[in-house]
């Protein structure tokens, strides 16, 4: 320490000169030492409140939020006991109750339910009133007072050996100036002697201001919550939407969505192997989650009749039908027509043995064509491999031709026909298949539409990669793992 710091320490510790009148000068120097003492308490309360609110602004999760402001009340008001309640259906309800004496600590994130019954808004109730009238009450001694009714916190004295004392209850205000909660803060101490004392007028004072940033803390905790709830039920809805477009796949979203988190939770969870080292926040969870339940948004473009389609004739209805009609009336047509021959024969003498080569005749063609009928019946189940030998035979049936009833020349199967029942394994054209694989695109591109926030930015990239696989095989965007 240099001279001049030396003389500086020196001439701050000497009494300061206000006046030649040494009393008066005593006086005066004894209150400006106080009011250093109490200015620079008091600059430390509002830093502390200050850096109370700046923590509670960063908190939306509801229930971390509410036990935060508990603690940081009862913290800097030495109070042994808090209970925070919040306005809900005309009455008070328990959210926060807290006494370290009793070792007491319910609701918030400790997950232990408040056993209290809602307190009904009456005056006669201390935290009623508050929430009525929206003033704070600083009572000394609840025992000592008969302003409000106390019966409840007596009864609660006698059942556990508690001993009420000091109360400050303060109403919490939102921003529109509405009363949406109550802090109620019981028995400040003493640090020193840890003896209970009244809460003072600054402890008042600051606690109205907790209470002020606090409701505001809370309703934007209320308002993100509620948009994502509701979010969350238009995710939902759209899933649902999805899944209700085929029976066949019905709950498909759901089962995703919940296998994924499932495996998610597995590797998090992992000690060993190539997964120890990765981990996932509860937002990366989240995260995953909206993305299974988005997985398979851009099916709203595919074709019902695709996605349900259970026979390779099908489309919106399975025209095997038509098929079937058609077969019936070439069968028809050949009876009528040998009809028609044995009657002209009968006509002109009737031979006998022509009349029975022309009745065998008759009966092999529509043999033939029943037999065509159950064979493409049977093509058109997609559950067995089409071999060369079945494809050659469509082939050959689509070539063979009948007149219809305007005398037009007929194919016994149509381009289209032959092309679905020509379809190897299982039940969808390539063109289909391409068509059905387009959902994961058009699930892509839908989902990078949305302005998704910066903890969900990647939803639309999870999402659309659902089909996508290790060795680079997948779709729509052939990534390689």
Request: some cysteine.
């Amino acid at each position: 320490m240099d001279i001049k710091d030396t003389q500086t320490n020196t001439e701050s510790a000497q009494p300061r000169r206000f006046s030649n009148d040494e009393n008066l000068n005593i006086l005066l120097n004894s209150v400006v030492d106080e009011v250093s003492v109490y200015a620079e308490r008091l600059g430390g309360q509002i830093k502390k409140l200050s850096d109370i609110g700046r923590a509670l602004s960063g908190v939306y999760d509801l229930n971390t939020l509410l036990e935060m402001i508990v603690d940081q009340a009862r913290n800097f008001t030495n109070a042994d006991a808090g209970t925070l309640y919040i306005v809900e259906d005309n009455t008070l309800r328990f959210q926060i109750v807290q006494n370290d004496s009793l070792k007491i600590r319910m609701g918030g994130k400790t997950g232990e339910t408040i056993p209290f019954p809602p307190v009904e808004l009456k005056e006669s109730n201390v935290s009623a009133f508050v929430a009525l009238k929206g003033v704070s009450v600083n009572i000394p001694d609840v025992y000592d007072t008969d302003l409000f009714d106390f019966t409840g916190p007596k009864k609660f004295d006698n059942s556990t050996g508690y001993r009420s004392q000091s109360m400050l209850v303060v109403p919490m205000r939102n921003h529109d100036n509405d009363v949406i909660g109550v802090l109620q803060l019981l028995n400040a101490t003493n640090p020193d002697t840890k003896k209970v004392i009244s809460f003072s007028q600054d402890y008042e004072n600051l606690c109205e201001s907790l209470a002020s940033q606090a409701a505001v803390s809370i309703t934007n905790a209320k308002l993100i919550s509620n948009m994502t709830e509701l979010f969350e039920a238009f995710v939902k809805v759209m899933a649902t939407a999805i899944d209700e477009k085929s029976p066949v796949t019905g709950g498909h979203i759901r089962r995703v969505a919940d296998l994924t988190l499932t495996l998610a939770d597995v590797i998090h969870n992992s000690n060993e192997g190539k997964f120890k080292d990765i981990s996932f926040t509860p937002d990366q969870f989240y995260e995953l989650r909206i993305a299974a339940y988005m997985h398979d948004i851009g099916k709203v473009t595919t074709p019902v009749e695709i996605v349900e389609k259970a026979k390779k004739l099908q489309t919106i209805f399975d025209r095997i039908h038509y098929v079937r009609l058609r077969m019936d009336y070439i069968s028809q047509k050949i009876s009528i027509e040998g009809q028609n021959s044995k009657i002209e024969l009968l006509q002109n003498g009737g031979d006998p043995e022509k009349l029975k080569a022309l009745e065998a005749e008759t009966q092999n063609k529509v043999a033939e064509i029943q037999e065509i009928r159950d064979f493409i019946n049977k093509c058109n189940e997609p559950g067995e491999f089409l071999d060369d030998e079945t494809l050659e035979r469509l082939k050959e049936i689509s070539q063979k031709t009948f007149i219809d009833n305007e005398g037009e020349q007929q194919p016994y199967l149509t381009e289209d026909e032959l092309l679905n029942l020509s379809i190897r394994r299982g039940s969808i054209t390539e063109a289909e298949r391409k068509k059905m694989q387009d959902h994961a695109a058009v699930t892509l591109r839908m989902l990078k539409q949305i302005p998704f926030t910066k903890k969900l930015k990647n939803i639309p990239d999870f999402a659309g990669a659902h089909h996508e696989f290790i060795n680079g095989k997948g779709y729509p965007l052939g990534l390689k793992g």
